[in-house]
């Protein structure tokens, strides 16, 4: 089994539009150390984190954003995903379609609930019984 990304992440992560302000993104944001900053069509723009999230409440988002963030596209396994989480740090992925549209956010702990519940893939050929 090698679930992908999407099929476990989270598709109702907070998001606000370029021309509203922190405290607009912070309501929306309750619960989730992060909001991401899209179009109308979601496509992603930048991502707020909690450090943005907690600055000036009258700032426009777009003034403290963090501009064009790396995202992971839907067919990229959990396993993949998750190894570039542990070597870069990360507690979170987002997901994204070729055209930048937001389609989900990938916990780390969701994703390692899932490979610990994945069976072992095997490691060489099946050992004949003797």
Not at 55 to 66: F, I, L, Q, S, T
Not at 82 to 101: F, K, N, Q, V, W
């Amino acid at each position: 089994m090698n679930p992908l990304g999407l099929q476990i992440a989270r598709r109702d992560v907070p998001t606000c539009l370029i021309g509203e302000t922190i405290a607009a993104a912070r309501s929306r944001a309750q619960g989730w150390t992060t909001c991401f900053v899209v179009n109308e069509r979601r496509i992603v723009l930048g991502r707020l984190l909690a450090e943005e999230l907690s600055g000036d409440p009258g700032a426009p988002v777009e003034d403290v954003m963090r501009a064009g963030p790396s995202t992971f596209r839907p067919n990229v396994s959990v396993a993949e995903m998750l190894g570039y989480m542990d070597r870069h740090g990360l507690a979170t992925a987002p997901i994204s379609r070729s055209d930048g549209e937001l389609v989900g956010l990938l916990l780390r702990e969701d994703a390692e609930r899932v490979m610990r519940a994945a069976p072992a893939a095997p490691t060489g050929p099946p050992r004949s019984i003797r």
